[in-house]
């Protein structure tokens, strides 16, 4: 088994296997890794751009089961980040059951959302497993999501001026109630669609319910726990004889789940910080932007809507 040279941008991995990874040299699998942990937390879509990197590059999709198994790196951010909230729900949820009081405090109740709220993206997952591993990766798809939800966050944003410029009092974690979490769980669904967002759909259905900038974000990252968990698991032991086939897959495999770990935690520190002062626009005009600009590379021929 030959060893890997890591300080060799150019060298393939699994030269001599056909695997997903076998394209990649791992140059791109660090760069591949800093993009997912950057921009899933951010609501500009890690999915979107984990599409159109390697178009712009001239890289190969490195496909949807790729981006799932990698965001295990960022559930591990969120473990990290969130893990005395994680510990306190979790042990409320445990002594719910046990003491048969499964909804006896916030905690516990909470633990009870985050399960409900992630029924709706786990059955569509399923239902749209061949949809979403196919067609929707193009980029015409991924265009029209970005531009998309720009528009619904902006106006979920105008709305949340609104209301404050009325007085009227935005809720925090501690007042997210049962449709709340409904809600936000269906929206979640929606973050099936490459380019759409999942910290975004969700943080935006967070504003339209009435929650701070900052409540919707948190909601939304913890949200993100089990939605991760089951997808990138259910991906790695789907193609795990591809991603798996060599040694030298599942140490590039690694390195792209470990570099998207270590970014996406300072990415989570970074918008909750952000958003206690700022609004999402910045992250708005950036959608707009993209969206627009692979239309336009898109019509000249520039990119390919499909690798």
Known sequence: MEWINLYSPTKTLAATTSTPLES?????????????????????SSSAHLRIVPALAGWKDPGAAFTAVIQIGTLVAVLAYFREDIRRIGRAWILGILQREPTRDLDARMGWMMIAATLPIVICG?????????????????????????????????????????????????????????GIGLAQALALVPGSSRSGVTITAGLLAGMSREAAARFSFLLSLPSVLAAGVYQLYKARGSLLATQEDAIGLLIATVISGVVGYASIAFLLTYLRRHSTYVFIAYRLLLGGLILVLLAKGTLKPMD
């Open 24 to 44: 990649m040299d791992y140059l791109q699998i660090i760069v591949l890794g800093i993009v997912q942990g950057l921009t899933e937390f951010l609501p500009i």
């Open 126 to 182: 399923l239902l749209f497993k061949d949809h979403i591993e196919s067609n929707l990766r193009s980029l015409y798809v991924v265009a029209a999501a970005m531009i998309a939800l720009a528009v619904v966050l902006a106006l979920a944003e105008a709305r949340y001026a609104l209301e404050v410029k009325r007085g009227i009092a935005v809720r925090d974690m501690s007042h997210v109630g049962w449709s709340d979490a409904l």
